[in-house]
């Protein structure tokens, strides 16, 4: 019954409580709020996810580098949202954002610039953005 | 050097080699292709993910219930897959469907059917849409 009742309470309340993974992070999908186009998916730890209400920039968790980040802190390619949305069992954040040039560390406005040839088997890829918005080998140099 | 090349080959190759995780699972966003909505975030196995290539109906991998499934097969709700992309590091995908009714379990178009309320500290919900397009208990019953 109780875990019922919590079930319900997440799914159909109104309190927000985050439903983090055994690593303390959720799914965040961010989307351009002018077209609606997937940019990006990340995760974010319970500061990156107070950190994005509070200033209205977005922050994520790198798992790679075990460290918070503001989106935009090293490349200039920052996010500001404009809305944020939780799903049904509140596991995963979608955030509508106005991105500031491109979302990808590759220089691409979007992650997702290829699409999957399904005629082919599935086993290529095409372009569909191939067009870099910045040069990596300079924004990330070390 | 074989890193280096190996990430270059998957961030710029033209050949699908998606990066499971250790429960050889990739996260897949779902958009609704007319409206660009995102409908939901699940994952996908590899079997999943050959099978939504091969029929064009998206299957998932319910972490739950540790089985694969059908989106619909229960409650006649299916996704027909429009288009599938996958993310620089190839660890997403992302595919546009035409949403067949609700994609939410309960009922709901979309799973993000409510937004968070940041000009009251994040801690509450405001339902952005609350109709349901179907009753969970007519269409789950046991």
Redesign the interface.
């Known amino acids: 019954m109780s875990t019922s009742a919590t079930t319900n309470e997440r799914?159909?309340?109104?309190?927000?409580q985050p439903k983090f993974d055994a690593s303390g992070l959720v799914?965040c999908?961010a989307?351009d709020a002018a077209?609606?186009?997937?940019l990006?998916?990340a995760h974010m730890n319970d500061e990156a996810?107070?950190k994005t209400?509070?200033s209205?920039d977005a922050w994520y968790f790198s798992r790679s580098r075990n460290a918070l980040w503001r989106k935009g802190e090293t490349s200039g390619q920052t996010q500001r949202?404009v809305?944020?949305?939780?799903?049904?069992d509140q596991d995963?954040i979608?955030i509508r954002v106005e991105q500031q040039g491109a979302a990808?560390?590759?220089g691409?406005h979007s992650?997702?610039?290829?699409?999957?040839d399904?005629a082919g088997?599935?086993?290529?890829?095409?372009?569909?953005d191939a067009d870099r918005q910045f040069d990596p080998s300079n924004v990330y140099r070390k």
Request: hydrophobic residues 45%; proline residues 0%.
């Open positions: 799914e159909e309340g109104l309190t927000f799914t999908v989307t077209t609606g186009e997937v990006m998916v996810l107070r209400i509070e209205g949202v809305e944020i949305r939780v799903d049904c995963a979608w990808c560390h590759t691409r992650c997702f610039y290829r699409k999957i399904a088997g599935g086993a290529l890829l095409t372009f569909v």
